[in-house]
């Protein structure tokens, strides 16, 4: 049973009688019901479709823990990195949540250079793995990450010979430690899915990012390297369906006509891929990221949309 409220207590609705909306209230006379019906009218069916999907990811969510995101591909070049920061950038603007990209790949990983230089930190996983022991709050990490205007932190990788030293133990401690601190943590992940590391995130993540590209060789290895994290117990459930855990990205991808993509599209669909995500091949996202002028707001609605799917479709699962 609900309990009794407490007598004379004043709420919110005995003062404001009707909806607020930035600062005002809603009239309900009919000069203000045909206003908003004209609006109403006059908005297209991109804009009502894009503001609900807002409307979704900036619903509020509790977090029981710590939420880790791996992103991996089987093959280089599809846009890993892109995924990482994008997906970390619209986590930290539209759900709030403190989020950390870490640079996880051991060969000239480049997700720190998405940074702004004047905001870019010159220090790397390696030196927080060693000042782990003497760091005790928020505030003293902020030297190590290189922070974005969305809310975003970035962790750099170190260079490929001192990478070689992060061994899975080591990325156990470093995870153990920032999840003091953040509340989702996207891990960009080398080439592979089989290495030692590649193997260690996956085990540890709660989501998985499969990134591939609408050609044929790229869609083969991802189909191959699916089949061999389902054979592993990685990713399948009880429906048959390739997991509640794995979301597939199809990156760099021609226009929504094209018979190829439509073509790899089924592919994946038909080897009982829940969840896939098409992101269009966009110069301005191209441009904007080498020059560290990464705004979501001011891609084309045809590149926005499936980066608000990509954090719908994560956002969806975090416990």
């Known amino acids: ?86 997906l970390g950038n619209l986590i930290a603007s539209h759900l709030r949540k403190r989020v950390l990209a870490l640079d996880a790949n051991p060969d000239f990983g480049t997700l720190a250079s998405l940074a702004p230089d004047r905001e870019r930190s010159e220090k790397t996983m390696l030196e927080l793995v060693e000042d ?13 990450v290189s922070p974005l205007s969305s809310g975003l932190h970035v962790l750099a990788a170190p260079r490929p010979e001192v990478m070689a030293e992060m061994t899975p133990e080591l990325y156990g401690q470093l995870l153990a430690f920032i ?14 899915v089989h290495d030692p590391l590649a193997q260690f995130a996956l085990s540890r993540s709660d989501q998985a990012l499969v990134v591939s590209e609408p050609d044929f060789v790229t869609t083969e290895k991802v189909l191959k390297a699916l089949d061999d994290l389902s054979a592993g117990g990685h990713w399948e459930d009880g429906a048959g369906e390739r997991g509640e855990r794995l979301t597939v990205v199809l990156n760099k991808a021609p226009a ?35 020059s560290a002028t990464y705004a979501l707001e001011a891609l084309p609605r045809a590149t926005r949309m499936p980066i608000k799917q990509l954090g719908e479709s994560v956002a969806e699962r975090l416990v």
Request: proline share 5%; charged share 30%.
């Open 256 to 290: 929504a006509s094209s018979g190829d993509r439509q073509v790899v599209e089924a592919a994946f669909r038909g080897q009982g891929i829940a969840r896939l995500v098409t992101i269009p091949a966009d110069r301005r996202l191209r441009v904007m990221l080498d």
């Open 1 to 86: 049973m609900r309990p009794k409220q407490r007598a004379g207590r004043l709420r919110r609705g005995d003062v404001y009688r009707r909806p607020v909306v930035d600062g005002c209230e809603l009239s309900d006379g009919l000069l203000a019901r045909l206003w908003r019906w004209l609006e109403a009218v006059t908005t297209s069916a991109g804009e009502r479709e894009e503001a609900e999907l807002d409307a979704r990811l900036r619903r509020p969510r509790r977090l029981t823990r710590t939420n880790t995101v791996a992103v991996v591909s089987p093959k280089g070049g599809v846009g890993k990195t892109t995924c990482t920061f994008a």
């Open 132 to 144: 782990l022991d003497r760091l005790r709050s928020a505030p003293e990490l902020e030297p190590y």
């Open 179 to 192: 999840g003091r601190y953040y509340d989702v943590v996207c891990l960009d992940l080398g080439t592979g």
